[in-house]
């Protein structure tokens, strides 16, 4: 958990440097509150009033981009009009709307093709190049398929940047993946997991959380009694919370999960913190939910695949692609058709199968029509068999 800085004193005020934001300073406006303003390199922002919340963190971030991608930044490292100095544009233009995973998403595809074609024109790159990028990656499908698609981006803003006039990757077809993405829990699996840890523990607790609610690592670990409004649990996913159709999720709270929450004290920061009351981090609560699964021994089980496991259930039940979204966060049809499709089917299949009559039909007689079987027809012409 990030604490607020504290003033020691009114007439030197002092602050705690925050390892985390080591660039934001502290002062107090014209009506005498508490702000603070990011200073690095000569360039200065404002970061807001409210120490480490969500729009606080957006503000830094933002701040923290445009100073690594000032211009004339890395001018005798970067060429213009290399892939380099596209890449350097991307990321002023489009990483200030990003959230950090995102970023990092991006980084990963993006930086070890910088690093080997970095100094390369990006007037001069066809179709050829990008074949011979996607089969560099063809022992990784799915990694080629994402460094394609991030690829493509580029070179959409390579035309708007009027560097060339066409898209090189379009067209350029991605390699068949069978994989469904991460591995959806069954039944067996959870009730696995349930009988490893057992109730009051914090694999319990964080199981039973994500599988009765539906959120995200990076939703989850935020979720605290404040989230709790009229016996409902209320949170908007961070994924989708700058779409102005990302509704918040409001979710009656589960018997179960209930129990499981009536055991924590009621001063605690957040559902999931750890010992020491600190908030867990988004990628603290994986590895801390693959280190549980290797214990219950579930090796291809992981948090992201319990939020599929909701998804599941509701689907088996019965549950419309609306309904499922409502509960799950989605924001189109599309991303819940999967699981009405691949689990949706067993109660349909049911009630079909319930409309067959009870025994065989008794047998129809059919008629001997001499004219059409067993014979020969004649020509009545020219009486002769045809």
């Not at 990321?91 to 074609?117: M, N, Q, S, T, W």
């Not at 390699?175 to 997991?193: L, N």
């Amino acid at each position: 958990m990030i604490t607020q800085p504290q003033t020691i004193t009114t007439g030197t005020e002092v602050t705690k440097k925050s390892t985390r934001y080591p660039h934001a300073t502290w002062y107090r406006d014209r009506h005498g509150r508490p702000r603070w303003r990011f200073r690095r390199k000569g360039h200065s922002a404002e970061a807001g009033n409210d120490w480490g919340s969500e729009e606080f963190r957006r503000r830094y971030a933002e701040a923290e981009e445009r100073v690594r991608c000032k211009p004339g930044a890395g001018e005798k490292r970067t060429r213009p009009g290399t892939f380099g100095d596209l890449v350097a544009h991307f990321y002023c233009l489009h990483f200030p709307g990003l959230e950090p995973a995102a970023r990092k998403d991006y980084r990963a595809c993006i930086e070890p093709l910088r690093e080997k074609h970095g100094n390369k024109r990006v007037a001069q790159m066809r179709r050829r190049h990008v074949l011979e990028i996607k089969a560099a990656l063809a022992a990784t499908p799915s990694q080629a398929n994402k460094v394609l698609k991030r690829l493509s981006q580029f070179m959409d803003l390579a035309v708007e940047l009027e560097w060339r006039t066409d898209n090189p990757v379009r067209g350029v077809k991605r390699y068949p993946v069978e994989s469904g993405g991460f591995h959806t829990w069954d039944e067996g699996e959870i009730t696995q997991f349930y009988q490893t840890h057992q109730f009051g523990s914090a694999a319990y607790l964080a199981m039973t959380l994500i599988l009765d609610t539906g959120a995200a690592r990076v939703d989850v670990v935020k979720l605290s009694r404040g989230n709790i409004k009229e016996g409902r649990l209320e949170y908007r996913r961070q994924k989708t919370r700058k779409n102005p159709e990302g509704i918040p999720a409001s979710i009656p709270i589960h018997d179960v999960l209930a129990k499981a929450l009536n055991t924590l004290p009621q001063n605690a920061f957040t559902f999931l913190e750890t010992r020491q009351g600190k908030a867990r981090t988004a990628n603290g609560l994986g590895t801390r939910m693959r280190q549980w699964c290797d214990t219950a021994g579930l090796p291809m089980c992981s948090s992201h695949g319990l939020r599929k496991a909701i998804c599941r259930r509701l689907a088996e039940g019965g549950a419309t692609a609306p309904e499922i979204m409502a509960v799950s966060g989605h924001t189109t049809l599309s991303e819940v058709q999967w699981y009405i499709e691949a689990f949706g089917r067993q109660g349909p299949a049911d009630t079909a199968i319930a409309l067959l009559p009870n025994g065989a039909k008794p047998e129809q007689k059919l008629a001997n029509h001499h004219s059409r079987f067993g014979e020969p027809k004649v020509n009545q012409l020219k009486g002769y068999n045809k």
